[in-house]
């Protein structure tokens, strides 16, 4: 198995265990990160990323598959299971996963996954009505990067 295709196996075990301080440690220090919902994370902030939805996880469960890796880039798929905080509601979220590397670590990672589907089961109706609009993603996008600012004060003041 390729070097890189072990850093992204043991970045999933890490986040397995929810360790997210073995998946912060995963990514070089300027990692860049984006997904439907954190659009543009840098400087730290995917570890930060990380350690807040971990810490927030109640009953998260995560399996992954189709890893694969050389020298550039990578990529994998993964499966997430947890409970929505904001409203309860379970979500089973299925998300390709691509990398690219740099120094042994990963320095670009970009999750992709069906924003509506998603909003269907983490919102209920309003989401299965209105996800696809760009008025709900960039409510959710904008409160996700709230939630996020706050935890990392909150950890620089801790």
Not at 50 to 60: C, E, N
Not at 66 to 77: N, T, V
Not at 114 to 135: C, H, I, S, Y
């Amino acid at each position: 198995m390729h070097p890189h295709a072990q850093l992204i196996e043991r970045f999933y075990q890490a986040f397995q265990r929810r360790d997210a301080e073995a998946m912060a440690a995963c990514y070089a220090p300027n990692a860049e990160f984006s997904d439907p919902v954190f659009p543009a994370l840098k400087n730290g902030e995917p570890g930060m990323m990380w350690r807040m939805l971990l810490a927030r996880a109640t009953d998260l469960s995560l399996a992954y598959r189709d890893i694969s890796a050389d020298e550039q880039a990578g990529r994998a798929h993964w499966t997430a299971t947890y409970t929505f905080s904001r409203t309860g509601r379970a979500v089973v979220n299925e998300i390709d996963a691509a990398f690219e590397f740099g120094d042994g670590l990963i320095s670009r990672h970009r999750d992709s996954f069906d924003f509506w589907r998603w909003a269907g089961m983490a919102l209920g109706a309003k989401g299965k009505l209105l996800g696809w609009t760009p008025l709900v993603r960039n409510a959710v996008r904008a409160e996700a990067a709230r939630g996020l600012q706050i935890f990392i004060a909150r950890q620089k003041r801790a």
